[in-house]
């Protein structure tokens, strides 16, 4: 920040000089006072573009970090992709073992681990459904009910409330409840 500060001031420095030599300029001047001018405005063109040149590279630099920062940042969101979705395998194979083989625990002397009985509800069907035909449609059709789906820019299936009606007895059309197990490691 210091660095930058100081950049500003030389910048704001080269700009008062260069307006006090125009300054000078616009009045009456003697052949003396005009070649003074003139090697005024050399002087301070050529410190102007040396350290335009050098904010240029600061410039040039700082981009380079911010592509560098960037690049860094998408390598990572990638990695932790691929690790969720690798711990995830690794949990499924776990778990589809243990249920396999009939083992709700397993006691280990570092860990434990046991199945866990969750449910998920499943409304890829009546989401494409809406996707292709509307809303509109779809409620005619049964895909669709009531405020059980929120409009933002895409529908969004209230999937609580889903979950409660099946549970309750009532038949939706492209949703069922899913009955899952996951892994608890301890």
């Keep these: 920040a210091l660095f930058l500060r100081g950049f500003k001031m030389n910048l704001y420095t080269i700009k008062k000089e260069y307006q006090e030599i125009i300054d000078r300029a616009s009045g009456e001047l003697t052949t003396d006072d005009i070649d003074n001018v003139e090697k005024a405005l050399i002087i301070n063109q050529e410190e102007f573009k040396s350290k335009a040149l050098a904010y240029t590279y600061v410039i040039r630099n700082t981009q380079s970090d911010i592509t560098a920062i960037d690049d860094e940042i998408k390598r990572l969101q990638?990695?932790?992709?691929?690790?969720?979705?690798?711990?995830?395998?690794?949990?499924?194979a776990i778990v589809d073992a243990m249920v396999l083989f009939e083992n709700e625990k397993l006691d280990f002397s570092t860990f434990k681990l046991s199945t866990r009985k969750s449910e998920s509800v499943n409304t890829d069907e009546a989401e494409n459904y809406i996707k292709e035909n509307g809303l509109e449609k779809a409620k005619e059709e049964g895909y669709a009910f009531g405020g059980l789906y929120t409009e933002k820019t895409t529908y969004k299936?209230?999937?609580?409330?889903?979950?409660?009606?099946?549970?309750?007895?009532?038949?939706?059309?492209?949703?069922?409840?899913e009955k899952n197990k996951s892994l608890q490691i301890k």
Excluded at 78 to 92: P, R
Excluded at 168 to 174: V, Y
């Design 78 to 92: 990638d990695m932790k992709e691929y690790k969720v979705k690798f711990k995830g395998k690794l949990e499924k």
């Design 157 to 177: 299936p209230n999937k609580k409330e889903i979950k409660e009606l099946i549970n309750s007895g009532c038949e939706l059309k492209g949703c069922f409840v």
